[in-house]
């Protein structure tokens, strides 16, 4: 008998090619030895976020069994399950998040573990209108604020956080309202642009960077994420490299095209830092939800404050002092509290983060 030929099956590939197939970590149930893996070598695997100081935090904020709290900033939920353990299945929890892909991913999970509504409520929302919470369901023995952004978010292309993986240049907290990052870019005039890379990164090229984009966003509009990194390494291509890296890279072309590339990354690091805080309005909600914070707490209450980068730690700092001196806070934080080596070790995302806290008068 002839033997029939068979078709041999088209081979996909070694590596996969979406996102959601590159990652096992993505889906920790199934694969929970490749997450330990990563979190081993100190990364955070996709689709997760680890949460930092969580000790920290805990101390400063003191829970009791039967108290009433909010988490401004559910991310993950890493800081809300650790805040519910701490109650004991007695008192309550609020959860907010402007997010409303990643919240709803973290609701599912933080029910699996058993809270049920009657001890743990999620809420959709900014978290400059804590009064208008505080108002409804408040005042708050204890309240946490664990600014910025998840690692979900920035792992996720489709989201444009980042430089290092291509994808729309959106950088929206909440994909569903407001302007992307794209179209700020499309209309905002080289002054504007040089002045909010500055203000919200200490972006040294800025004046370069907003000359660049500006002249050249006609012929080459800046849509995806790979553009906007592009345009940078243009704008970045003739300037001076600095003294100190210029020194050690010496005669060597090679040596100067790798500390150009440095330069280059290091600038598109915060250029998409500045724009995040420009279209999320993330200076203007911040300095909102602290004049707000005392009248959402309770007398007593507490209040702990994680940022990551200075423009974020001198609101929260100055905040504290002001309110401190008119005596609605009996005490605040003195300096900052900063994650141990051991953590930022484990944890490479926890290098720049601060604490800090304060506690409400009792009258
Ligand atoms: C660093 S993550 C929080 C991580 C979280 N503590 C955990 O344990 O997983 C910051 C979160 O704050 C949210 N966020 C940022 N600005 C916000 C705002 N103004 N109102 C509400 N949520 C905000 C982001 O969407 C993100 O999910």
Redesign the pocket.
């Known amino acids: 008998m002839e033997q029939q030929h068979k078709r041999r099956i088209h081979y996909s590939g070694k590596y996969p090619r979406r996102f959601e197939e590159k990652y096992k970590e993505l889906n920790p149930e199934k694969y929970g030895d490749e997450v330990a893996h990563v979190i081993a070598k100190g990364n955070t695997p996709a689709g997760m ?1 680890i ?1 930092i100081m969580v000790d920290e935090i805990l101390e400063v904020l003191a829970i009791k069994p039967g108290e009433r709290g909010f988490d ?9 399950s650790a805040m519910l353990e701490k109650l004991e299945g007695k008192g309550h929890l609020i959860s ?4 409303p892909i ?1 919240s709803k991913k973290t609701e599912a999970r933080i029910r699996a573990k058993g809270f049920s509504e009657a001890i743990w409520e999620l809420r959709n ?4 209108q804590i009064d208008e919470l505080a108002r409804e369901v408040g005042p708050f023995d204890f309240i946490l604020a ?5 690692s979900m ?1 920035i792992d996720n292309p489709e989201r444009g956080f980042t430089y290092k993986s291509e994808g729309p240049l959106d950088l929206r ?1 909440n994909p569903e309202a407001g302007i992307t990052a794209a179209e700020r870019l499309r209309d905002i005039d080289e002054y504007e642009l040089e002045g909010l890379l500055q203000e919200n990164a200490d972006e040294p090229y800025a004046a370069e960077i907003a000359r660049y984009i500006v002249k050249t966003r006609r012929r080459r509009p800046i849509k995806t994420t790979k553009d906007l990194h592009e345009a940078i390494g243009q704008a970045l291509s003739k300037v001076k490299l600095p003294r100190e890296m210029a020194e050690r890279a010496g005669y060597s072309t090679k040596k100067q095209a790798l500390a150009r590339a440095e330069l280059i990354k290091k600038s598109s690091a915060r250029v998409f830092q500045a724009l995040r805080i420009d279209i ?1 309005h ?1 200076y203007e ?1 911040l300095y909102e939800f602290m004049e707000k914070l005392p009248d959402a707490l309770a007398p007593g209450g507490r209040a702990a404050i994680l940022t990551f980068h200075s423009g974020e730690d001198r609101i929260v700092k100055k905040a504290f002092k002001a309110f401190h001196q008119q005596g609605i806070y009996a005490d605040i934080a003195q300096d900052v509290i900063r994650p141990t080596r051991e953590e930022c070790y484990r944890n490479s995302r926890a290098h720049s983060t601060k604490l800090r806290w304060a506690v409400k008068s009792e009258e």
């Open positions: 976020h949460p401004a900033t559910l991310g993950y939920g890493g800081h809300t907010g998040d402007i997010d990643e929302m900014n978290f400059c664990d600014l910025g952004v998840s978010q907290l999320n993330e909600v």
